[in-house]
């Protein structure tokens, strides 16, 4: 048999063509923490917030001369009440570093520069890949932390900056309060969605539901915001059998640029999942009638967006950052340091609902 001999010496083999661009893995977060709250510029560490809760039940008849307030049955208010609640803004810090041996080898190590600066990445296609995965994750953490921040021993490290809201509401009479609903607590149903959504819309605090529409939002987890669309999609309207298939169609094929309810945005929050894997909040557990506490997963916070505050001494937590090169670690170092906390104000412009 002839030998062939065109690549009998051959030893090298094809490892295929390198592209020399770097991919970044999507970041993603669930809001703007800094559009859809009120925020508090120049805390440094504690300020005091004042609330005053509304004046009931004032007018009286008029009876005779008198110098004494309002009195009688006991359920009038004589007094300004004046309270404060107070914003403690943990110190949070931001510190990465990226050795510039670990590309030794690689195409990136193309992208380096010569000479004394070859090690200084400054100003590479590197240095930016750093630097935009590090704003991105700035951003995502401190949407994870206003909500799931948790500053007790027990706590995931990653969330012990500050006290969130989920654990700053679970110690007032908001707990109490939630609209527990009966489903598929795992994965939710098209029916037990809305119907979340209707039973803490109808069953909300007086003042929460003379709160502009606009002026509201409905926080709630993937699975229950994803249930909730295909009430949307679906060919009949869920509990009158109504058909509205153009409207369905028109849905499922061009998607939404806003999801309403009752003309109240509903907000998809992914960071909850990751929360409610990591820590244990109170919001989230229910102790069903003759059974054991037990943590749930899915529910929902309907809420005035005014009503949830966060004090921070910088505008942009995302911009609070430097990265410089360091000759002698031969290292390149990103720092962030700011202070951030959050708060609430009024128990009676917020309702929880879980799904249990």
């Given at each position: ?325 360091d000759d002698l670690e031969e290292k390149m ?24």
């Amino acid at each position: 048999m002839a030998t062939n001999v065109a690549n009998n010496s051959i030893a090298a083999t094809y490892s295929g063509a390198n592209l020399n661009e770097i991919f970044y893995e999507p970041v993603f977060r669930s809001d703007d923490l800094m559009q859809n709250y009120r925020v508090i510029p120049n805390v440094k560490h504690k300020m005091n917030v004042y609330t005053s809760a509304a004046l009931t039940k004032i007018v009286r008849p008029y009876t005779a001369c008198s110098s004494s307030s309002n009195s009688g049955d006991g359920s009038e208010q004589v007094d300004f009440n004046n309270d404060d609640k107070v914003i403690t803004a943990g110190r949070c810090r931001v510190a990465l570093e990226q050795c510039t041996d670990a590309f030794f080898g690689t195409y990136i190590e193309e992208m380096y520069k010569s000479g004394v600066d070859v090690m200084n990445l400054e100003g590479t296609q590197l240095a930016d890949a750093i630097v935009n995965r590090a704003v991105k994750g700035i951003g995502q953490d401190v949407v994870r932390l206003g909500w799931g921040g948790d500053t007790t021993a027990a706590a995931n490290s990653g969330y012990k900056a500050f006290d969130g809201w989920m654990k700053l509401m679970a110690t007032s009479g908001i707990l109490a309060a939630r609209t527990i609903y009966g489903g598929t607590e795992a994965a939710p149903t098209a029916p037990e969605a809305i119907g979340l959504l209707r039973t803490m819309y109808d069953t909300a605090p007086a003042n929460l539901q003379q709160v502009p529409a606009s002026d509201k939002k409905f926080f709630v987890t993937p699975k229950v915001f994803n249930a909730y669309l295909t009430n949307l999609e679906t060919n009949t309207i869920v509990g009158t059998g109504i058909g509205s298939s153009d409207l369905a169609i028109t849905n499922t094929q061009r998607g939404y640029n806003a999801v309403s309810f009752r003309g109240v945005e509903v907000i998809p929050m992914y960071e909850w999942d990751t929360i409610l894997a990591d820590l244990d909040p109170a919001m989230f557990t229910h102790t069903p009638s003759g059974g054991s506490a037990t943590q749930y997963s899915n529910g929902a916070c309907y809420v005035a967006t005014e009503n949830l505050i966060i004090g921070s001494d910088v505008t942009d937590p995302e911009g609070s950052f430097k990265v410089f090169y360091d000759d002698l670690e031969e290292k390149m170092y990103f720092r962030g340091y700011f202070k951030l906390g959050v708060q609430y104000l009024y128990d009676s412009l917020v309702q929880w609902g879980v799904i249990v």
